[in-house]
């Protein structure tokens, strides 16, 4: 079994001796939970953003909102902030507000069901310890106009108790059951462990994806232009370990020109490929079949060149 499943076990172990250790000990003082989203509608074109807001009763219960990768499907998430307000009342009032990116090409967008986990400290005899889920939401799709002002989509406000009941306990002693099974069938199937793709490797396949869509063959100059462009973005944050996904293209430049692992070369070559791509993105510059294929040949290029060293060696491209 490894790391990682083991870490997965206790934490379900932990979460069903918390359960029943505060299962005697139930209050009923309300977490009201709402959230918003804006605009109305996703604008591919257009950040969008969702906003969670929890009132919680007493100072002694912490909130913690659990969000992945896969929370937002359609979306990238370009921000996210957390602001905090005491209240009069006594408690107080956490809000975590999501900046996102639709992505290019994307025709669902939705919210998974966000699990919000809770847990009292002044507990008598334990610490008081429970979750709940903000139920799942799918955004429709709208190109809003330039001169259009966005307005905040359905607020929905959900009223959560602060209770302990058996459901927590039975739903644990299931999930652990259904975990134990899955264990059993992984070792059972494949006792050996599984090598992840390099860097270079995910590119070359993330590439050939775009490549079977056939997006330039149809016309879709600007999606295929930012596909073209993320996944250089991402093979330079896998491989140099810098945030290029969040970056700028000025910001991306202005970080690679001051790490001695990029030689002026390979810098060059990678910067036309982006100013290529930002005419074409960004200027109304009209493009045609051939130079989609010299943009491929560049990036694909510039993937099997670069070799970023621990040490001040250069890559050269």
């Keep these: 079994m490894n790391h990682y499943i083991r870490y997965t076990v206790f934490r379900w172990l932990l979460f069903l001796v918390t359960c029943i250790a505060g299962a005697a000990d139930a209050d009923r003082d309300p977490l009201d939970v709402s959230f918003a989203f804006m605009p109305e509608h996703v604008d591919p074109a257009r950040f969008f953003f969702v906003t969670v807001t929890v009132s919680v009763p007493r ?3 912490d909130i913690r909102l659990l969000v ?8 990238r998430i370009a921000g996210s902030y957390d602001r905090r307000q ?3 009342e006594g408690g107080y009032r956490l809000q975590r507000s999501f900046r996102l990116q639709p992505q290019p090409g994307s025709s669902r967008f939705r919210m998974a069901p966000l699990a919000l986990e809770w847990q009292d400290n002044a507990s008598e005899t334990v610490a008081a310890f429970g979750y709940q889920l903000v139920p799942a939401m799918v955004f429709e799709r709208r190109e809003y106009r330039h ?3 966005a307005v905040i989509g359905g607020m929905q406000r959900l009223p959560i108790l602060y209770e302990r009941s058996p459901w927590p306990i039975v739903i644990t002693v299931a999930g652990l059951i259904m975990l134990a099974a899955v264990i059993i069938a992984i070792q059972r199937r494949r006792p050996g462990t599984t090598v992840s793709p390099t860097p270079r490797e995910q590119a070359r396949t993330e590439l050939d994806a775009l490549l079977e869509r056939h997006l330039p063959e149809h016309e879709l100059w600007t999606d295929f232009y930012v596909e073209l462009t993320l996944i250089i973005r991402r093979f330079i944050e896998r491989t140099g370990n810098i945030p290029a996904s969040e970056q700028t293209t000025s910001e991306l430049f202005k970080t690679i020109r001051n790490d001695s692992r990029f ?3 390979w810098i060059e070559s990678v910067s036309d490929f982006f100013n290529h791509a930002d005419r074409i993105k960004y200027a109304g510059d ?9 943009a491929v040949s560049a990036a694909r290029k510039c993937i099997e060149t670069l070799e970023p060293k621990a040490s001040d060696h250069a890559a050269t491209c």
């Design 59 to 61: 100072e002694s219960i």
């Design 68 to 75: 992945t990768d896969r929370t937002f499907e359609g979306f």
């Design 86 to 88: 005491e209240l009069a």
């Design 147 to 149: 001169d259009e002002t």
């Design 263 to 265: 030689s002026p070369a």
């Design 286 to 294: 009209q493009p045609d079949i051939e130079s989609a294929h010299r």
